[in-house]
């Protein structure tokens, strides 16, 4: 048995005797301080553009839609050395007088006196100035020329500073060197230049020690500028910034905050504007409660304020302009509590621990970054990817293996996320997994009910908090029979309410679980029991007697349904699903508050039960959340395992969710988990769909289907031989052939377009990397965005 060494003995070698563990080492003292991270004022400051959906918005920097034209490394590089070389060699030609009347307009617009018949300039006449600069400007025109000619620019960017700032610098020594040795010979007329300008002594009995001076002077200034200039060109400046952070560890690590995705460049901060800074509170001020503002802002400033209380209480003021006559309420809160005003009525103001990296200005959390490469869109490329509300509200539907991260790399950030907005008042969520699956810990919930665990606070409400019986049979049917083959859930729930019905208006309450069972099974005296209580309700009575007929038919449901409620009616049930009063049961119509919920199923010894309360609570949620009449809160259902959850009627509710302003996020290992019947229209219904890595073909394909093709550009290039006619022509061929190793051809190019699937079942199954997932998402307004492929940050 594979027990991955957990139960092993400990090896030991013959002869020795194994000495015990020595206690553990101490870890090693921190070489600098922990970095700090932006304040509260710069964090609101940081601009969030409006972009396109899964677009992380924190400082995001908008990309081009089309990749520019780029000259390959190779053809720039050899453009680069090939324009050098031929500037090189026009500047040798006019050095050497080879070019002739290249000082032509030079002597065209200066005085005759001012040369001699030679060309020379005559000293002491303002020839001997004119010359080196008209010099100097014909090589910078050179250099300009053909720097342009040779994308010089360009090809230093790409091939040196690219490499690094070690590199950079490497690279300017030999130029700096050689530009040195060409001034000291009087090559480049730099020197000829400035000593034309010097005001040196030429009387016969004038100083020439003072000369001399002078002279190595301006020599000296001239090589300390070109160093300097060259420095500059090599990065000396931003190599020396990296040596000083090198050097002192404690200033090593930057303030400014960072953003996946984004430039490596610090973001820049706004002016500070009190008609525009959000730290400033502007929309409060406008309103006339400048005392309050001053109090958030100081409650900010002194960072007593965290990025929950600001979303609380922007949410809090959202509310007030819906209803002004709250607003003394509002000030009178902000004044006496500050920062913990309007808080969750838990008392919460954060979570006790961050696994994701959140923004609840936009309320987006960050799941990893697009990768770079020609499968995704060149505008995301490179992208941080985040999820919010505005997607989650057309549900998500994730499939991947077990190990590919589907816990720890979404459901835990996007239910962590939504708990935090739960805490600012804008959000109500409900995690559900199999007992001990890491969604959380227990204080990051206002409620954790634990089915079957004699522990568990809360209890589970059966009956979803409904109070009428058809409503209730109708949920009881959807998860009792709701997956089983030829049984009606018609049927099922018809026969459900003509025992809910008569059994509430006997006891002012629906049975319990043992009570449903007896009911179902026709036991002789609850049956009696109940025909006592209801004397004098003849519609009740009716209802009764019509279950007693249907009872044992060919097409009576009931049989399926108490061999399902059977399953809950365990000893390890006990307790639970109480209708008596005596317990505390979480109902999902609580779905119209912030709350944030967590229930732990029992899977591993009643996966049976487990898979039916999944599909119960599925059958609550759409109930619920498309009744309420207060639609202000998101609310959210995920699942960390949806396996046998779905059903036909679940599937449409999940189409509804969309304009109940709500959403699931459901998680399966294969499709092969859902009805065949209901694999297309599952992924028609959801606007979100995720495909992690490791997903068979069969699943690839179903995916491919949904995402659809497009049009593609393709390029065929076509080799043909060329045969040479002439002996000339063919004897250069056959030493072409002999130094390259290949026959000289001709390459016919042809371009057309075709349609193809954005991502084929072969590339989803097996193109995917591990740590990565193909995601395509859907706004509630219809903006789309296509399958990415996204390499999942996860969790710490």
Known sequence: MDTDGAYEGQATRAGQVPRPAGPPTHPPKPSHAPGQGPTLADWLRIARPVAEPGVWRYGHTPRPTVEAAQTPDRALASGAVISFLACVLVWSLMRNTYIPFWDAPLKLFTPHSWWSANGEPVLETGGVQAKPIYELLFVLVLLYGFGRLGSWKA???????????????????????????????????????????????????????????????????????????????????????????????????????????????????????????????????????????????????????????????????????????????????????????????????DLPARAARHDLLVRQVLLGTVEEGARNPYSRRGTALALDPDVLGTSLLAVGPSGAGKTRRLVRPVVESLSLQALAGQAAVVAVGAAGAQLGPDAAFDVVVRVGDPASVYDLDLYGGATDPDEAATLLAEAFVGDVPGVDVRRAATALAQLLGPFRAAYDRFP??????????????????????????????RELDARARQHGSHLDPGQALADRVALLDRPAFAGFFDTTGQGRPFSLRALEHPIRVRVDLPERGHADASRMLARLLLAQFNAAAAARTDRSLFAFLAFDDASHTLTAETVRGIQQLRSAHAGVLLTLRTLDDVPEALRTPLLGAVGCRMAFSGVTTWDGKRFAEAWGTEWVETRDVTHRTVFADQPLTRLMHSFRKLVTGKAVTTDAVTVRQVERERWSASDLAHAVPPGHAVLSLTSVRGDRATPLLVRLSGTS
Not at 193 to 201: A, M, N, S, T
Not at 286 to 302: I, K, N
Not at 315 to 327: E, I, L, N, Q
Not at 525 to 534: I, S, Y
């Open 512 to 541: 319990t679980v043992p009570e449903l069972r007896e009911l179902l099974d026709q036991v002789p005296t609850a049956f009696d029991a109940l025909r006592r209580d209801l004397a004098g309700q003849h519609a009740m009575l």
């Open 155 to 349: 090809a230093w960017s790409r091939l040196v500073v690219a490499r690094g700032p070690w590199a950079q610098a490497l690279a300017v020594v030999p130029l700096a060197y050689v530009t040195l040795l060409l001034v000291h010979n009087y090559q480049l007329p730099l020197r000829q230049l400035v000593e034309g300008f010097l005001d040196f002594d030429r009387s016969p009995g004038g100083d020439r020690e003072a000369n001399r001076n002078l002279m190595s002077t301006a020599r000296t200034v001239i090589d300390v500028v070109l160093i300097a200039a060259f420095a500059g060109l090599g990065g000396g400046a931003r190599l020396l910034r990296r040596l000083a952070r090198l050097s002192s560890p404690a200033t090593s690590r930057s303030t400014a905050p960072t953003i996946v995705g984004g430039s490596d460049r610090p973001q820049r901060f706004p002016a500070e504007n009190p008609l525009e800074d959000p730290a400033m509170w502007p929309q409060v001020r406008a309103a006339g409660l400048v005392e309050a503002a001053d109090r958030l802002e100081s409650e900010a400033g002194g960072g007593r304020m965290n990025d929950v209380d600001y979303a609380r209480i922007r949410r809090a003021w959202d509310s007030v302009r819906v209803d002004p006559s709250r607003m003394r309420a509002f000030a009178d809160a902000v004044r006496d509590k500050g920062a913990g005003a309007c808080v969750h009525p838990s008392g919460a103001r």
